[in-house]
């Protein structure tokens, strides 16, 4: 072990690191609570900054709580699950605001709090686990190298049975690398997604479905990677399985997005209807199955989803059937595509849910050509939210409000939503 450090950590910052300076320079510190005191271990020296890890709690913060996983710390899943809860959404709140000033040049937000999650633990139904020589679970914090677990305090409490059985599914296929599991907490149903090198036996997985998995395991496919795109090779039984959230019903395939902590589905739901208000013509631009786009068609006359994934695009249609929403439909295309189709057109709503990448400078530009009455930007990066908030902001844009929902307990991600009003 090198020489330790004496830290005072101020704060959390984004990535779920403590902050600290030592002679002016910045230390981002693993394992850190804000308001403590730590010996810490530098693991990384950049000419800006250096990277350290706790080695040891000098004086604790009020916020330092036991972790209860016991992979935690050496598990890269959680970043954050050694502060207590309250502490955690209040540190994502100071973290949110501080970037909408810092990066969006937005000092005087109107913040509407938090919607924090209602269950800390189990609350996740999609889970992607890392299969390497006999071990599953997820990658190390500091290398690519899997933590065997037998259980994730993350995820339902139903894909955790399934890990015993994924053990002997890794014993039969040699060259397995991930498992996905998506799970319907409101059916009881799940499809799994088996990531390998080369072709799995196609009877191989038939038998696990019929034999290994219990009978609401509904459905396996078999992709294999290329660079971070899964490509599908074939399934066996149901690609699909079907959520429900209040009264709608959603079908989302194996290969289309779905929100992960069922626990706020609802709410997350009624957050952006009420951002949304009514309208004559809307669009939500990363519509996925149409989780938002279904239930916001009840709010005013037409609106139109796009997203760039086809599998999505399927769901989707389907969904606006099975609802009975006529006036709803759904366009394979990118944001830019569909943006660049309607330019001159007139929307009251536009509904954005990017990746994490946030926005393309020229999606900005077209939107702001466009000028939506409003615009209800969802974010799961306050950094590229705060960078496209800016740009909007500086185009025409007011920031009239913004709230956390927080999907993602125990690690450091944190969603938001805002309404953005045409005027200053
Ligand atoms: C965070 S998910 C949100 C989906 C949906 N709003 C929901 O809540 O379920 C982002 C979606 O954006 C889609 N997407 C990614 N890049 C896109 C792009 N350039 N244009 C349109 N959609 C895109 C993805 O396929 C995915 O469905």
Redesign the pocket.
């Known amino acids: 072990m090198s020489k330790l450090l004496r830290l005072n950590v101020e704060k959390l910052v984004y990535g779920g690191y403590g902050f600290a300076k030592l002679d002016g320079k910045t230390v981002f510190v693993r394992f850190a609570s804000p308001r403590e005191i730590v010996d810490a271990e530098v693991i990384k020296e950049k000419k800006d900054f250096l990277e350290a890890v706790v080695r040891k709690v000098v004086l604790s913060s009020p916020a330092r709580r036991e972790p209860p996983c016991p992979y935690y710390g050496e598990c890269g899943g959680c970043q954050i699950q050694h502060i207590t809860y309250e502490e955690q959404v209040r540190a994502k709140r100071e973290i949110l605001l501080e970037t909408l000033k810092r990066i969006g040049k937005l000092g005087d937000v109107n913040y509407e709090g938090e919607l924090p999650s209602k269950k800390e633990f189990n609350y996740r139904v999609r889970v992607q686990f890392k299969v390497q020589d006999q071990r599953i679970g997820f990658y190390r914090w500091d290398r690519k190298e899997v933590v065997d677990i037998n259980e994730c305090l993350l995820v339902h409490e139903k894909v955790n049975t399934l890990i015993p059985l994924f053990r002997e599914a890794i014993r039969a296929v040699s060259d397995l690398q991930e498992i996905h599991v998506q799970y319907s907490p409101t059916r009881d149903e799940a499809i799994l997604k088996f990531v390998s090198i080369t072709h799995t036996d196609e009877s191989l997985l038939k038998e696990f479905l019929e034999d290994l998995f219990p009978d609401w395991v509904v459905g396996i496919g078999n992709y294999g990677k290329l660079a971070n795109t899964l490509v599908k090779r074939y399934k066996v039984g149901r690609e699909h399985v079907f959520m429900d959230v209040g009264k709608w019903k959603f079908r989302v395939s194996n290969d ?4 992960v902590n069922y626990t706020l589905w609802e709410d ?1 739901v009624g957050e952006v209807l009420e951002k949304s208000g009514t309208y004559r013509k809307g669009a ?10 279904i239930p916001l068609s009840e709010r005013g006359n037409f609106i139109e989803g ?4 086809p599998s ?1 695009v399927k769901d989707a249609e389907y969904n606006a059937r099975i609802n009975n929403r006529e006036n709803v439909i759904f366009t394979e ?6 943006l660049k189709r309607h330019v001159g057109e007139l929307f009251d709503l536009i ?1 954005l ?3 994490r990448s946030g926005l ?1 400078k020229e ?1 900005i530009e077209l939107l702001l050509k466009n000028k939506p009455e409003r615009i209800v930007y ?1 974010s ?1 990066n306050p950094t590229t939210f705060a960078r496209d908030l800016r740009i909007l902001t500086r185009g025409g844009y007011r920031l009239s409000s913004v709230k956390l929902v927080d999907n993602f307990p125990q690690t450091y991600h944190i969603e938001s939503v805002a309404l953005l009003e045409v005027g200053d």
């Not at 289309?256 to 929100?259: A, H, K, Y």
């Not at 939500?284 to 786009?293: A, P, R």
């Not at 295309?333 to 569909?338: G, H, L, N």
């Open positions: 289309s997005f779905f929100q997350f939500d631009l990363h519509c996925g199955v149409g989780f938002f786009t796009a997203d760039a994934n999505a295309a990118t944001a830019y595509k569909y509904v849910d990017p990746p393309l999606e969802i799961c």
